[in-house]
């Protein structure tokens, strides 16, 4: 390996990590503030992701992941991302499926995001669930991993995407593991496809969006 070949994969190991810290760095915020659990608190926590999503945006676009000026999402955009958003419920229900065999009812990551999110308020848990997560790990699961490292191979990157996007949620047994990592593959497939992060950002929007539904109706049910 000559000196250029070293630096370019030392930057790219670097990038990944930073990536991967500000992932981190949303919930943490959000346990911070789950321990003083006041307005202001939670206020201030608001203003950081926010800060964070920002930033993570800016460092997209500096490693040419994304291009902001030139996102543009039309209508035809959103009739394609419920096609696929189909597929991605399909794997969910093969992942449930799975879980059954295995006598489990949902997954570690599900039932630990629930008990994490379940008295954070809701303008945190849809900027965390909706907004940051979406940004977040599309930007270094299908822009980093596929655009960046994978570029000439993203046919294998997608499926080394979905393996780390399924380990990264933290599975506990192969229904927990189908479900996430079938959920990378579809993302990093839907991407090789458009080569549009905006686009499996969105994609990824919608299936979060429904996993918001519950606490939107605790929520409602509460006031």
């Known amino acids: 390996m000559n000196i250029h070949n070293f630096f370019s994969a030392f930057s790219k190991i670097v990038l990944a990590i930073l990536f991967f810290a500000i992932i981190k760095s949303v919930s943490l915020l959000i346990s911070l ?31 040419k992941i994304l291009d902001l000026k030139k996102v543009r999402i039309s209508f035809s ?9 189909l597929v991605i419920l399909a794997v969910k229900v093969v992942g449930g499926l799975i879980l059954l065999i295995e006598k489990e009812t ?37 822009g980093f991993i596929l655009k960046v490292c994978f570029v ?4 294998f990157g997608t499926m080394i995407s979905g393996i780390l996007f399924g380990l990264a949620h933290h599975p506990t047994n192969l229904g927990s593991f189908f479900t996430y990592a079938g959920m990378g593959v579809v993302l ?19 299936n979060n969006l429904i996993g918001l539904v ?10």
């Open 214 to 223: 519950p606490y939107v109706y605790v929520f409602l049910l509460s006031n």
């Open 188 to 206: 990093g497939i839907y991407y090789k496809k458009y080569q549009r992060i905006e686009l499996s950002i969105l994609l990824h929007f919608f």
């Open 152 to 155: 000439n191979h993203m046919l």
């Open 33 to 63: 503030a789950n321990k003083y659990h006041n307005i202001a608190a939670y206020i201030i926590v608001g203003a950081l992701i926010l800060i964070l999503i920002i930033f993570d945006l800016f460092l997209a676009s500096k490693v």
């Open 77 to 85: 955009d959103f009739k394609n991302c419920i096609s696929w958003l």
């Open 106 to 142: 949902t997954t570690y990551n599900q039932k630990g995001l629930e008990d994490f999110l379940m008295y954070t308020p809701i303008f945190i848990v849809i900027l965390f669930t909706a907004i940051s997560a979406p940004i977040m790990e599309e930007i270094l699961f299908r």
